[in-house]
């Protein structure tokens, strides 16, 4: 079992719809939680964390954290074509952990 | 949120030669950067953490003698490419932690997309 797993996709949806994007991690201890999105040839850039059960909102995106089923989700609401790209979903395992592990990213398109 | 910088952006170097990559956090200190390699439509793999002051950890199939790492100071981190192949054409990827607890962030460098011909 992968510590961290996405479905890798691809995941099509429609301009204005919400897209949801879940992620699975199997270490219970684990801390933090992050998204980044990736466009195709660019480094990832952080879209927000969370590490509180609940959800965190800021602005279109929303992050959504479930420790019990050790599940987190981001989703996107009123897509836009420019929201097309690989979503990273990476995992601090513990406190002072430095390093983050990565899912192998869920491809989104946004069809118009 | 913290800015990280690489350089080049973009090499493309002859076989046999070596190639030096640099990367900066630019408004923060970084006692620890780490350094991704990323095939084309593949997922992020990382190759090893540079740690300031210190040897470097390489991740379990990185070959230290082939990817040398220093990290000279708190805001730059260098990934030396020697004796580069073809195989060795990748777009790598730096990143640097800023922040503890709650507060941690983990940023990431443009990359540094280099060719071996």
């Known amino acids: 079992q992968k510590e961290v797993e996405q479905n890798s996709g691809p995941l099509s949806v429609p301009e204005g719809a919400i897209a949801s994007l879940n992620c699975t991690y199997s270490?219970?201890?684990?801390?933090?939680f992050f998204w980044y999105r990736q466009y195709s040839g660019k480094s990832p850039e952080l879209i927000m964390f969370?590490?509180?059960?609940g959800d965190k909102e800021d602005g279109r995106f929303t992050a959504q954290l479930n420790k019990a089923s050790q599940y987190v989700s981001l989703l996107i609401r009123d897509s836009q074509p420019s929201d097309s790209a690989t979503y990273l979903c990476a995992v601090r395992r513990f406190q002072g952990a430095q390093k983050l592990v990565f899912g192998q990213g869920t491809r989104l398109t946004i069809n118009p | 949120g913290a800015v990280v910088s690489q350089h080049p952006s973009r090499v493309i170097c002859k076989s046999g030669t070596s190639v030096k990559i640099e990367c900066r956090s630019l408004?923060?200190?970084?006692?620890?950067m780490f350094w991704y390699r990323q095939f084309p439509k593949q997922s992020l793999m990382l190759m090893a953490t540079?740690?300031?002051?210190?040897?470097?950890?390489?991740e379990q199939g990185v070959e230290k003698d082939k990817f040398l790492i220093n990290h000279a100071s708190l805001t730059l981190s260098t990934l030396t490419v020697t004796s580069a192949h073809p195989e060795d054409s990748s777009f790598y990827i730096c990143?640097?932690?800023?922040?503890?607890?709650?507060?941690?962030?983990?940023?990431f460098g443009p990359g540094t997309r280099l060719t071996v011909t």
């Open positions: 270490d219970r201890g684990s801390q933090s």
């Open positions: 408004d923060f200190q970084a006692t620890t």
């Open positions: 969370i590490y509180s059960n």
């Open positions: 540079s740690n300031e002051g210190s040897k470097a950890t390489y």
């Open positions: 990143s640097a932690p800023s922040g503890t607890g709650s507060s941690y962030e983990q940023y």
